[in-house]
């Protein structure tokens, strides 16, 4: 099955949990992916693991952190000229901060909406603009969540972010529809990953 054959992908936040499982599905389909993670070690590991799991040498770490639109524009840019400019884009990467609407920080509050909101936004700006320079129909894909529909406490910070994900996609298709892009936003439920798993022991039951 090689139904990607012929794309170049690009997920952030991808070192391990849902991001690691998109990039695996997509190599595994003969995509040539981008994997970003903050953290080095973790990104070059989850790229060498794929490669290894699908005999092909498809993932690309791509180190740094997407708070930083510098970063994003850098990292877009990057994948254009190795690989080509990108057909599909996740913008995956988020942090959650589980903490009391009365005791959260200006610091707290702003780490979180720069890597989910800023990250995605800026994603999607600098990918967009490749696209239309290559007349690629691209598709941007943002990683909302449940917590964007529904309240959860001690989730204020992090369920805004998520449901501001939602208007960002419908605001970003009314513009970039003109040029064959689509934007959506998915918003999965509680997932079991490495850092779930962490946070809680018991999180599978």
């Known amino acids: 099955m ?8 690009i997920v952030t ?29 973790l990104a070059q590991q989850a790229a060498a693991t794929i490669n290894e799991a699908v005999g092909a040498e498809r993932v690309f770490p791509s180190v740094g952190d997407v708070a930083d639109p510098e970063f994003v524009y850098q990292m877009v840019a990057a994948c254009t000229e190795q690989h080509g400019p990108p057909d599909i884009v996740v913008a995956n990467a988020g942090i959650t901060k589980y903490i009391e609407f009365l005791e959260c920080t200006p610091e707290i509050f702003d780490s979180v909406l720069g890597v989910n909101l ?61 040029h064959g892009i689509t934007v959506n936003s998915i918003s999965p439920g509680a ?12 999180y599978a039951d």
Not at 2 to 9: H, I, R, T
Not at 16 to 34: D, K, L, N, S, T
């Open 2 to 9: 090689a139904n990607f054959s012929d794309k170049v992908v």
């Open 13 to 41: 936040g991808a070192g391990q949990g849902i991001g690691y499982g998109i990039c695996e599905a997509f190599a595994r389909e003969g995509a040539v992916v981008a994997l970003n993670d903050v953290q080095a070690d």
């Open 118 to 178: 800023r990250g995605s936004y800026f994603l999607a700006q600098a990918a967009a603009k490749q696209m239309i320079a290559h007349q690629k129909h691209g598709r941007i894909l943002l990683m909302s969540s449940v917590v964007g529909l529904r309240a959860f406490l001690n989730f204020s910070v992090y369920s805004t972010t998520k449901a501001a994900l939602q208007m960002m996609a419908k605001s970003l298709a009314l513009e970039l529809g003109e």
């Open 191 to 202: 997932t079991l990953t490495e850092r779930t798993q962490r946070e809680d022991p018991n």
